[in-house]
């Protein structure tokens, strides 16, 4: 399926999903975050209703959707590679949970495409690492597709040609995914509690 189609929508409605794995395991100084309280909530409602609303997108995020394609386009030209389109890959032992890679690379490889404003490309160029809740997305996409390595690209076609595009590649952690898996369990565990609570409280 392709991304952002009714059938992808569909198929990871009430789902935990790549994008928000930081989400679910961010944690603060008392505990866990708000948004893992959002995001359970949101988790709760769209498998109640059956319905996931697409939402609210600023200008820089639709930028990237826009920009999106041209990056990949950099990235095969430059690593002489394929990227083949993926939809919603759900995890493969555990239920309602998956991933929506930007791109499988050969058979072992991911691509994971950013393209941000101009400073924080800028920092990837000059080296800046890679922010944690992109490398805990990468890593769940890992575990989701069983494959061992994703390049990581920042893209910015405002810069001067050889200035556009900066790629790291980011091996699989085996032991990473596994804490992610328990950590991914337990939020659906929750998930799955409240709406069989809210169900009774409904019947």
Avoid at 36 to 59: C, I, M, P, W
Avoid at 128 to 145: F, N
Avoid at 152 to 168: A, G, H, K, T, W
Wanted: charged residues 25%; negative net charge; proline residues 4%.
């Amino acid at each position: 399926m392709d991304q952002r189609t009714d059938e992808w929508f569909s198929a990871r409605c009430g789902k935990a999903t790549g994008s928000r794995i930081a989400d679910i395991v961010a944690k603060t100084k008392t505990g866990w975050g708000a948004a893992r309280v959002n995001y359970l909530a949101q988790l709760v409602a769209e498998r109640l209703t059956g319905r996931v609303e697409d939402g609210f997108k600023s200008s820089a995020m639709q930028w990237g959707i826009d920009t999106e394609p041209q990056a990949i386009e950099a990235y095969e030209a430059l690593t002489l590679s394929v990227v083949e389109p993926v939809g919603f890959v759900d995890h493969h032992c555990i239920d309602m949970a998956g991933a929506s890679p930007d791109g499988l690379v050969g058979d072992d490889g991911l691509v994971e495409i950013k393209c941000p404003n101009t400073a924080t490309h800028i920092d990837a160029l000059l080296g800046c690492a890679i922010p944690a809740k992109y490398l805990t997305q990468m890593q769940w996409q890992m575990a989701c597709t069983k494959r061992h390595w994703c390049d990581y690209v920042s893209f910015d076609p405002r810069m001067p040609p050889n200035l556009q595009i900066r790629i790291e590649r980011v091996e699989r952690d085996n032991h990473r995914i596994a804490e992610l898996e328990q950590m991914v369990i337990g939020f659906l565990d929750e998930v799955a509690s409240k709406v069989e609570a809210l169900r009774k409280v409904a019947a």
